[in-house]
């Protein structure tokens, strides 16, 4: 059975720096990896997700996402954090044999210091 | 084009109630998944419908059931609601089921809280 790890579950950063959210995981074959964001009282909205192309990928709102396989990570990273990435972001794991289910992360919450 | 919409957005009930929850998906998406979310548990899978048949479920009681109809619209129903039954209920949409299509778009969730 796949899970995700996410290591904190409250991170602060001043506007202007590195964002950095740790996601870890684990699978018995290889994986699908989804960052999603989620603003109060919204659903959830994907950022990027990684489907065993491009290891670095790229997602929405400057941020991407690294596939680490000898780390069993995927940490999500923006260079210059703004006021407006404040919310929770979930990292979730599904697998590759067509299975619709998302197993996510217990979330971080991201506060940006003005 | 329209995103996912869940009606009621908010909803209040009492012990021992049923609820029924609606999911409209995105225009021609067939995929429906139903996820509840709690500050206890997180975010849950629920199940999952494809073609008006339930292709996954996930470990809830029985008194939580789903369905599909022909025009990809969803309902969830739950009976006999617990107070553990309060969460955020989450609809989302994918174009057809199966990885290789794999995006889920989600609805705004209902809110139930039961008294």
């Known amino acids: 059975a796949q899970s995700v790890t996410q290591l904190g579950s409250h991170v602060s950063v001043s506007e202007g720096a590195l964002v950095l959210l740790r996601c870890n995981y684990s699978?018995?074959?290889?994986?699908?990896l989804f960052w999603y964001v989620q603003y109060p009282n919204q659903g959830l909205q994907l950022l990027l997700k990684?489907?065993?192309?491009?290891?670095l990928v790229k997602g929405i709102n400057g941020f991407e996402a690294e596939f680490k396989k000898s780390e069993t990570s995927f940490h999500l990273t923006k260079p210059s954090a703004h006021m407006s990435d404040a919310a929770e972001y979930f990292c979730?794991?599904?697998?590759?044999?067509?299975?619709?289910?998302?197993?996510f992360g217990t979330g971080t919450r991201l506060t940006i210091i003005p | 084009k329209a995103g996912v919409t869940q009606t009621p957005r908010y909803l209040i009930k009492t012990r021992g109630q049923q609820v029924t929850l609606s999911c409209s998906p995105i225009?021609?998406?067939?995929?429906v998944s139903w996820y509840q979310q709690t500050p206890g548990q997180g975010l849950q899978f629920l199940f999952e419908?494809?073609?008006?048949?339930?292709?996954n479920k996930g470990n809830f009681p029985g008194r939580f059931s789903g369905r599909q109809f022909s025009n990809s619209r969803s309902e969830m129903n739950v009976s006999t609601l617990e107070l553990g039954d309060s969460a955020l209920y989450l609809c989302?949409?994918?174009?057809?089921?199966?990885?290789?299509?794999?995006?889920?778009?989600f609805g705004p969730g209902t809110r139930l809280t039961v008294t």
């Open positions: 979730a794991v599904s697998d590759l044999r067509g299975n619709e289910k998302l197993t």
């Open positions: 989302a949409s994918s174009l057809v089921s199966g990885a290789l299509a794999y995006e889920q778009y």
């Open positions: 225009s021609g998406h067939r995929s």
């Open positions: 699978s018995s074959v290889p994986p699908y």
């Open positions: 990684y489907t065993s192309a491009a290891t």
């Open positions: 419908y494809f073609s008006e048949t339930q292709r």
